[in-house]
């Protein structure tokens, strides 16, 4: 077996803007085999389990419902139905949409909407068991029993593959609706044309989520078939055309029991020729088996970047499906020839470099993308180069961009962080000068030359806490929603704009942004011990309760005080004064894990959730504060605590995320802690030391060369560090820097079971 799969890929190519595949060795382990594309699919993880390749543009994947806040995905493990299978979705967001371009396949009577999953006798809908669903990178298959009806797909970048195998004699086809949509559409617009008996194609417009969205798709199958259109459910006569806004068509295929139907399909944001091109490129023949090794082959490049060894499976299992998942999106935007939407809604053709879109960046910035940093240099670069083609095209970098959308999702500017990060660990193959006029740009109020799509997305992506941080050198929580929050991330991003500005000789630019950068001070009550928020007259705003949280509609975003008095990643010396010093610090730290976890308020976030005492790791504004400890010599509390949340809040499991996945923010930590360390602070290039659970392991820099973190005596009850050596040299902190992983070497870990207060030379 390992032989076949080691001379499969040897023989194939990579689909365009992605090199040749290299061969990997006959002894060279099965990295994607680890993957459990259920993991986060349970719970609120929002994961999907079905087929897509890294960073593609198809995510094709079963949809078992499309509303409320557990459909982000369209899947969630606890039903028991499916309604069809579309090719694009989101991983782990907090917000829902996508999920265009249904095919449901069915057998005896047709029906045209999808029914409910209370009643799947009324309906396209179908009846399933997990004990009849597969899933692993690249592939997903399930039986439908309503139907009889086994579905198998898988994908390329651009375009996806249907393999409908029919165990019943009679009536049986393929239902396209293009009116399935995950949450509300506010603004469809459907049109499909029947080329021949054998080929279609058509387009989705919608508004939701992303305001202006737009999918054209061309399909090929490998029968003959008769068709028939719908509209709003009812037949509409005879045609070769149709446009309405709610569409959809049966494909009627003349079958015998156990035939098999196979469907192929290109998508793209630029028109039915880009789509066409698409699959034509990508998928060329009809051979479904090989697209899927190929899709396997791609995950298996991707995985073995990072290399381990010890562990059991179950950690195997969660670290690589976290990899996976870290690899999932930003997603492709451009077609095969370089063409792609901008946000100005114009078609652009870039110069031969891949466009992105999809960018969670108030998630990401913080261990997604530092982790690309490490381990796709190249492709962090190029997801700098979509975020400032998108700044040229709409005006401003955007916040959570969707599709060539500004959707102003969350708070802060933290496309700075990207940029920063990258370029102080050396990447710099982007333009500085117009990175940084960009950068700027995000941080001062201004509402003109941008391209906004809606009043309430300007509202969201140009707040007016910028306008008053100019004003007043704070923002006022009696005029500012979300007021600390928004100043504290202010504050981190400015640091991150005063980087670039010394690095480009601008010392009154870096003045002022440092001194941006510390207005965080202001916000914290010595009294009380938190972050608050502050009135005009400079007043502390009351009533104060560090546990209220009232979801996005107080002073904190998603959180509470306990969770965000901790959010000053660039000043920690800074914030360790304000605390009164390191003893004071440390008890306040303290008690953040050891409080009661209780929450109160009237609408509590939901995405408080992986509460250790008030610390909540379901959600990314936690997620650097368990290395805090570092900072005040007491690091075996961050490897205590490290290795606590690596077992008891990541589980192989469907429910096995503490929070939303969040487009590979919540796996990002996993590996990255599971290695041995964690970005704490974008933009500065060291890593804080955590505690490495696995024996070795082995980061794939350029062709034969590694960086190498072994730990030795390593073991379930030996999760504290008794000493560290960075290339055979006594590490003096429980720090180290980017540089020490780019130019290869070994870090090495001594574990036991006891504390060891000294095993950092100065501490």
Avoid at 28 to 44: C, E
Avoid at 209 to 227: D, I, L, R, S, T
Wanted: hydrophobic fraction near 35%; include cysteine.
């Amino acid at each position: 077996m390992k032989t076949l799969f080691h001379n499969l890929i040897l023989s194939f190519l990579l689909y365009s803007g992605i090199l040749i595949a290299p061969a990997l060795s006959v002894q060279s382990q099965d990295y994607a085999k680890y993957v459990n594309p259920f993991i986060g699919t349970g719970g609120h993880g929002h994961t999907f389990p079905g087929a897509t390749v890294p960073y593609g543009m198809v995510q094709l994947s079963p949809d078992t419902r499309t509303q409320g806040w557990d459909a982000s995905s369209g899947y969630h493990y606890s039903d028991s139905s499916i309604i069809g299978f579309s090719h694009t979705h989101l991983s782990g967001t907090g917000i829902g949409d996508l999920g265009d371009i249904l095919w449901m396949p069915f057998s005896g009577n047709v029906q045209v909407t999808p029914g409910t999953s209370e009643d799947t006798t009324v309906g396209y809908r179908s009846e399933f068991s997990h004990s009849d669903e597969k899933a692993s990178p690249g592939y997903y298959a399930v039986f439908l029993k309503k139907y009889g009806i086994k579905a198998e797909l898988t994908a390329t970048s651009r375009a996806g593959f249907h393999k409908y195998t029919y165990t019943k004699n009679g009536p049986s086809g393929i239902i396209i609706d293009l009116a399935h949509t995950i949450f509300t559409d506010k603004n469809p617009e459907h049109e499909i044309r029947i080329l021949n008996d054998h080929e279609i194609q058509g387009f989705k417009k919608s508004g939701g989520w992303a305001e202006a969205q737009q999918v054209f798709f061309h399909a090929k199958f490998n029968k003959p078939f008769k068709a028939t259109f719908y509209e709003n459910g009812k037949v509409v006569p005879p045609a070769t055309k149709a446009h309405s806004k709610n569409l959809q068509l049966v494909l009627y295929f003349d079958l015998q029991k156990g035939e098999e139907v196979l469907a192929k399909v290109g998508i793209s944001s630029v028109d039915n020729e880009g789509a066409k091109r698409n699959l034509q490129s990508e998928i060329p023949s009809w051979n479904f088996e090989s697209i899927r090794q190929k899709a396997y082959a791609l995950w298996e490049k991707e995985l073995s970047k990072i290399k381990v060894k010890g562990g059991t499976d179950n950690e195997k299992t969660i670290f690589y499906t976290a990899l996976y998942h870290t690899s999932i999106c930003p997603n492709l935007a451009n077609d095969v020839d370089f063409r792609y939407l901008g946000m100005d809604k114009q078609i652009k053709k870039t110069k031969r470099k891949p466009v992105y879109t999809v960018f969670s960046l108030w998630d990401t910035f913080r261990g997604n993308n530092p982790l690309k940093t490490i381990t796709d240099p190249e492709i962090a670069a190029n997801f700098i180069h979509s975020l400032l083609l998108k700044y040229e095209e709409g005006g401003v970098l955007p916040m959570w961009e969707l599709e060539s959308n500004y959707t102003g999702c969350m708070i802060g500017y933290h496309a700075v962080s990207l940029i920063t990060d990258a370029y102080q660990k050396g990447i710099k193959n982007f333009d500085l000068s117009k990175a940084y006029k960009a950068m700027v740009g995000s941080a001062n109020y201004s509402r003109t030359g941008i391209l906004f799509p809606s009043e309430d997305v300007e509202r969201r992506l140009m707040p007016k806490a910028k306008l008053y941080n100019e004003m007043y050198g704070f923002i006022p929580s009696n005029l500012e929603n979300q007021s600390v929050s928004k100043a504290l991330e202010y504050a981190y991003n400015d640091w991150c704009i005063a980087q670039i500005a010394k690095e480009l000789g601008k010392k009154l630019d870096y003045q002022k942004f440092m001194e941006r950068s510390k207005r965080f001070t202001q916000y914290y009550d010595k009294t009380t011990g938190f972050m608050r928020g502050k009135n005009t007259e400079g007043t502390w705003r009351t009533p104060f309760d560090p546990q209220f949280s009232m979801h996005n509609a107080n002073d904190y975003t998603e959180g509470n005080a306990f969770q965000w008095t901790w959010f000053a990643p660039h000043d920690v010396a800074n914030l360790i004064a304000l605390m009164g010093g390191k003893n004071s610090f440390i008890t306040n730290l303290d008690r953040l894990f050891s409080s009661s976890s209780e929450l109160t308020g009237g609408k509590v976030s939901e995405d408080i959730s992986g509460l250790i005492g008030q610390y909540a790791h379901g959600n990314e504004p936690s997620h650097h504060i368990t290395h805090l400890y570092n900072f005040v010599g007491e690091p075996w509390k961050t490897q205590n605590l490290t290795d606590s949340i690596l077992k008891n809040l990541y589980f192989n499991d469907p429910n096995g995320i503490a929070g939303n996945e969040d487009c590979g923010q919540m796996s990002a930590w996993y590996v990255l802690n599971a290695m041995g360390f964690y970005s704490f602070c974008p933009g500065n290039p060291e890593y804080s030391i955590s505690r490495p659970i696995f024996d070795e392991v082995s980061i794939a820099l350029t062709p034969g060369r590694y960086f190498t973190i072994k730990t030795k005596n390593n073991s379930p009850q030996n999760k504290y560090i008794q000493s560290a050596k960075l290339n055979n040299e006594v590490l003096p902190t429980p720090f180290f820097n980017h540089k020490a992983i780019v130019e290869g070497g070994t870090l090495e870990f001594e574990m036991g079971d006891t504390i060891r207060p000294n095993a950092f030379a100065t501490d």
